[in-house]
């Protein structure tokens, strides 16, 4: 597993992880379904379930993603949005999703 980030994504996961301390600090990156605008995948602190889960350290951060995830999806590319929050990518992103009434980008 491989996983790519800017050093301002980097420094703000870790801001996150220190005002979570009551929290796992490991960052799954996770399959969240598909949104209007199409598949959508996200993070969130969580523990690796040993044997589940592929893994990689970046600067320090433990990011984990089930086995089975990442064999269908590959690797992971994390952006920071200027208005705050993160944009994941994977290296296979599935197609379709959204919903029938529009082409994305709706308030469905």
Same mark, same amino acid.
């Given at each position: 597993?491989?996983?790519?980030?800017? #050093?301002?994504?980097? !420094?703000? /996961?870790?801001?996150?992880?220190?005002?979570?301390?009551?929290?796992?600090?490991?960052?799954? !990156?996770?399959?969240?379904?598909? =949104? &209007?605008?199409?598949?959508?995948?996200? /993070?969130?602190?969580?523990? #690796?379930?040993? $044997?589940?889960?592929? =893994?990689?350290?970046?600067? $320090?951060?433990?990011?984990?993603?089930?086995?089975?995830?990442? /064999? =269908?999806?590959?690797? !992971?590319?994390?952006?920071?949005?200027?208005?705050?929050?993160?944009?994941?990518? !994977?290296?296979?992103?599935?197609? *379709? *999703?959204? &919903?029938? $009434? &529009? =082409? *994305? *980008?709706?308030? &469905?």
């Amino acid at each position: 597993m491989k996983v790519i980030a800017p #050093e301002s994504a980097i !420094v703000a /996961l870790k801001e996150i992880i220190a005002e979570n301390q009551d929290k796992p600090n490991s960052i799954r !990156v996770y399959f969240a379904g598909n =949104s &209007c605008s199409g598949p959508s995948f996200a /993070l969130a602190l969580d523990k #690796e379930v040993s $044997g589940e889960d592929a =893994s990689c350290d970046v600067e $320090g951060l433990h990011f984990i993603m089930n086995q089975d995830e990442f /064999l =269908s999806y590959g690797n !992971v590319t994390i952006q920071e949005l200027p208005q705050g929050g993160f944009v994941v990518f !994977v290296d296979n992103m599935p197609t *379709g *999703g959204g &919903c029938s $009434g &529009c =082409s *994305g *980008g709706c308030d &469905c």
